[in-house]
């Protein structure tokens, strides 16, 4: 069973992270979040596994309301 | 003539019961004629059971109700008789297409492959559907409809159910052993015995049209998720025959009911969507608010809930009338069996298990369809509209968009009167999974699969052309048991036997799907239920392991 990788696994972060920033640029808020739910849904199919996608699901949670 | 099916009045006539000085006594009492209840009451009175149908009523499904009927209820309707003239009547459809805006972002067909008689679904109006169901049970002399006969109390007993019944000529009382409460989706009856349907209710409000027009859209169903000509809100649009349409035009949860089924409301919205030009008369318009709820317990005693009673859903999905015509179905065999004794009381207990199974799993599907339509804050909205977004290009996102995931039946994995699989198959035909059609030579005769089990347990025995004296004479025991099994016999394409002296009738496959579908090879052997449902499978014949998994699915092991 896969479970979700936690531990450092991009391989360029501070990259990814410029593009992810970079994706946004004159955008209006509105058009951030809706690339922002694009964005999400895009990476859960390529993630494909339930069991990973609840447990990320989950870890999104907590990081706004710890249970 | 013509029947106008939307004015049809059934006589009340008068019932010898009611002149009778004790309560008479009854088998099966169904009580409500809307379409579960009488096809409950045909297939228990054609299987040798004689049933009373009581209905408070005397006239047909009125307004704006059920439309689309499914491949499987199609298939039961079939095994009754009735089935050829629903969808001679009907327009048949496979396909839907959902737009997003003014773009089409997918279309779906749902039955993709050929091979089936019947195609996925059919819409035609509920009062057609339940109006040659009527001539259907009115033609059976051990089915009787007593109309403007309503139930107004009932108590379960030891031995059966006392009803008492008010008619135009005052009230009666009836004694049954079972009743099959199929009295719509605020069941007087549950609630004479306490009982409730819990669950969900869904704060929008959907306008619910039938126009007739001349139109040249196709028999597809079309759904749009905020159309230029409906900001913000849903539309779904569905063909009936006589040139009739079917609008649901969302209207949010504010939306006021008795403005909205105004002319001046409505009209100018159907010409939003037609064109101001548009030529179309409205027949009916109704504005209704949806819920998803069930009965904890679909057996109470001697009462049996069945269709809306028992459990309701949302329209997306088209799972209201034809989950409930697979409730009728799945009780209907087990109550005869019951009834004359030849398996225990504890069979009807399954009835709550498959069906409450089957119920959950509808509820989820309209629930899910109903919050993807009618997102429930800003965040589902985004995901939604993103979801949309992204379907026009990548077929991942066609999967998540929802605008109703069509009825299915459901597959019984978990039934306790499934025998597990001891040998290996793939594909659909697991224990618990209705059976699948697909096309035959009968006798020199093309036909088809399904048309030839049913009614009683079948064994379903693919074989490479010939047939054992062994094989043979285990077929013959088996037809003359306690609960008969009749066995089919299934030729190789290509291949045509005559059927065996001892009755048992050769069928060819004369496409060679019905081993694709049942991943069969030659010996493997197939238990079907009464209603079509595989309860267990072999890649060898076995008689006693048929007889084992005979008992199972009769409780009476
Ligand atoms: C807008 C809309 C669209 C729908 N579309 C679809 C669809 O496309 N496909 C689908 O499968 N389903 C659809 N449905 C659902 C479908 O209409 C119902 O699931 C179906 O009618 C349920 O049938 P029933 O026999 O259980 O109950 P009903 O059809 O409600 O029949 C109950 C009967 O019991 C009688 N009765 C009530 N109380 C008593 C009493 N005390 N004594 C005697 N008789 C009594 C009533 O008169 C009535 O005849 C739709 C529903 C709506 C509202």
């Known amino acids: 069973m896969q479970t979700l990788i936690v531990e450092p696994n991009i391989v360029r972060p501070d990259d990814f992270y410029e593009a992810l920033i970079d994706m946004h640029r004159d955008l209006t808020d509105e058009q951030s979040q809706m690339a922002n739910a694009a964005l999400i849904l895009l990476l859960a199919n390529h993630i494909g596994d339930l069991g990973v996608l609840r447990e990320a699901i989950a870890a999104a949670r907590t990081s706004v309301k710890p249970t | ?557």
Not at chain 2, 5 to 17: G, I, L, M, T
Not at chain 2, 34 to 63: C, E, F
């Open chain 2, 1 to 557: 003539m013509t029947t106008d099916y939307q004015k049809v009045e059934f006589p009340y006539v008068r019932s010898q019961d009611q002149d009778a000085r004790e309560p008479v006594d009854h088998p099966v009492v169904v009580v409500g004629a809307g379409p579960i209840g009488l096809t409950a009451a045909i297939d228990l009175a054609q299987q040798g059971v004689p049933v009373v149908v009581l209905d408070d009523d005397n006239k047909l499904s009125s307004g704006s109700r059920a439309i689309c009927f499914a491949k499987r209820t199609l298939e039961i309707w079939d095994r009754l008789g009735c089935g050829e003239r629903m969808v001679q009547k009907g327009v048949s459809w496979n396909v839907g297409k959902v737009y997003f805006r003014d773009e089409l972002v997918y279309s779906f067909n749902l039955l993709p492959e050929s091979g089936y008689r019947r195609p996925a679904f059919i819409n035609l109006q509920q009062y057609y559907c339940e109006g040659y169901l009527c001539e259907h049970a009115q033609a059976l002399a051990n089915l009787e409809l007593r109309w403007k006969s309503k139930v107004v109390g009932v108590e379960g007993q030891g031995d059966g159910v006392a009803l008492r019944v008010e008619t135009p000529e005052g009230p009666y009382r009836l004694h049954a052993d079972y009743v099959i409460a199929c009295d719509g989706a605020r069941s007087p009856i549950r609630g004479m015995i306490g009982q409730e349907s819990i669950g969900r209710s869904f704060r929008d409000r959907f306008l619910i049209a039938d126009v007739k027009m001349q139109a040249g859209f196709p028999p597809e169903r079309w759904f749009w998720f905020d159309p230029p000509f409906h900001r913000n809100q849903s539309v779904l649009l569905h063909r009936q025959p006589d040139d009739v349409w079917r609008i649901d035009f969302q209207l949010g949860a504010d939306a006021d009911p008795e403005e909205e089924k105004k002319p001046e409301r409505v009209i100018p919205r159907i010409q939003a969507l037609l064109g101001r030009d548009a030529q179309f008369e409205i027949e009916w318009v109704s504005v209704y608010t949806f819920s998803c709820s069930r009965m904890d317990k679909f057996r109470q005693g001697r009462i049996l809930f069945a269709g809306d009673a028992a459990h309701c859903v949302s329209p997306f999905g088209a799972r209201g009338a034809n989950s409930g015509v697979q409730d009728a179905e799945n009780l209907a065999w087990k109550l005869k069996l019951v009834l004359a004794r030849k398996a225990p009381d504890a069979l009807l207990d399954t009835y709550d298990d498959e069906r409450g199974y089957a119920a959950n799993e509808n509820i989820q599907c309209s629930t899910r369809a109903t919050d993807f339509i009618t997102p429930k804050n800003n965040v589902s909205r985004m995901f939604r509209d993103a979801t949309l977004k992204l379907s026009k290009d990548h077929a991942f996102a066609r999967r998540l968009v929802n605008s109703g995931r069509l009825s299915l039946p459901a597959t019984l994995h978990d039934s306790p009167l499934n025998t597990p699989d001891c040998d290996t198959f793939s594909g659909e035909m697991a224990p618990g999974a209705p059976a699948a059609d697909g096309p035959v030579m009968v006798r020199g005769d093309a036909g088809w699969f399904l048309a030839q089990i049913g009614g009683d347990f079948n064994g379903v025995y693919f074989s490479d052309g010939t047939l054992s004296g062994d094989i043979h004479r285990s077929f013959a025991s088996l037809s003359r048991g306690a609960i008969p099994l009749t066995a089919i016999v299934v030729a190789p394409k290509g291949i045509s036997l005559p059927d065996s002296p001892g009755g048992t009738t050769v069928v060819e496959d004369s496409e060679g799907l019905l081993r694709q579908r049942y991943d069969a090879r030659a010996g493997t052997f197939y238990l079907m239920r009464p209603d079509q449902h595989v309860c267990a499978r072999w890649r060898r014949f076995d008689v006693d392991a048929t007889r084992a998994a005979l008992a199972r699915a009769t409780c009476t092991g």
